[in-house]
Nanobody, 127 residues
């Protein structure tokens, strides 16, 4: 499985931006997928995840109500729509995938549970 993230850029606080992740290889509809981010000097942190059927989504408290994760199994893509961006959202955003899903939800927030990673796309929010 190869992941390619795109769509990052510079935006003012309060603005919106969308990042996308295209996957090749593997059976996309079986992939458990999520977004993580890493700010300078900080550890990689969970942002959002989505079930393979899109039947449920999960968000970090810091982005809940502002970010929306979605996926298209037909197009083999996953997206993250980010609204009301804040300077603290500045980070490299990574898409991640694993070949199967597990029961429960906690594992989705652990970057070690994902085997495949995109190269990251930089999102910069100016104040």
């Amino acid at each position: 499985v190869q992941l390619q993230a795109s769509g990052g850029g510079l935006v003012q606080a309060g603005g919106s931006l969308s990042v996308s992740c295209a996957a090749s290889g593997g059976t996309f509809s079986n992939l458990g997928m999520g977004w993580f981010r890493q700010a300078p000097g900080k550890e990689r942190e969970f942002v959002a995840a989505i079930r393979r059927s899109s039947s449920a989504t999960y968000y970090a408290d810091s982005v809940k109500g502002r970010f929306t994760i979605s996926r298209s199994n037909l197009k083999r893509t996953m997206s993250l729509q980010m609204n009301d961006l804040k300077p603290e959202d500045t980070a490299i955003y990574y898409c991640a995938a694993r070949l199967s899903e597990m029961a429960g939800t906690d594992w989705r927030r652990d970057p070690h549970m994902y085997a495949y990673w995109g190269q990251g796309t930089l999102v910069t929010v100016s104040s």
